[in-house]
């Protein structure tokens, strides 16, 4: 099994920056698949970026060019850095790693201000 732990959301205005972090329980560096999901308010839960053990990413269109992925092996902790923070990013932010079996993290909020 795999606990995942989120931090870095809060509050912050359009156009500002967060950078959310995942610690994991375990080595990441066997983990298939990390990544990030949001779920806003009336919405379903959203991929918003993945990254493989080989370092491939996929990053969603809505967000792309403005959020990147990335992960510290040496620290079981995987990033997502959020530039240019739009209301629409509004939601919950949730860790997810796939190794055969999904585990998810609590999720950590991210509101952002017009």
């Known amino acids: 099994q795999v606990q995942l732990v989120e931090s870095g959301g809060g509050l912050v205005q359009a156009g500002g920056s967060l950078r959310l972090s995942c610690a994991a329980s375990k080595s990441i560096f066997s983990i298939y698949a990390l990544a990030w999901y949001r779920r806003a308010p009336g919405n379903q839960r959203e991929l918003v970026a993945r990254i493989t053990n080989g370092g491939s990413t996929n990053i969603a269109d809505s967000v792309k060019g403005r959020f990147t992925i990335s992960k510290d092996n040496a620290k079981n902790t995987v990033y997502l850095q959020m530039n240019s923070l739009k209301p629409d990013d509004t939601a919950v932010y949730y860790c997810?790693?796939?190794?055969?079996?999904?585990?998810w993290g609590q999720g950590t909020q991210v509101t952002v201000s017009s």
């Open positions: 997810n790693a796939y190794d055969g079996d999904y585990y």
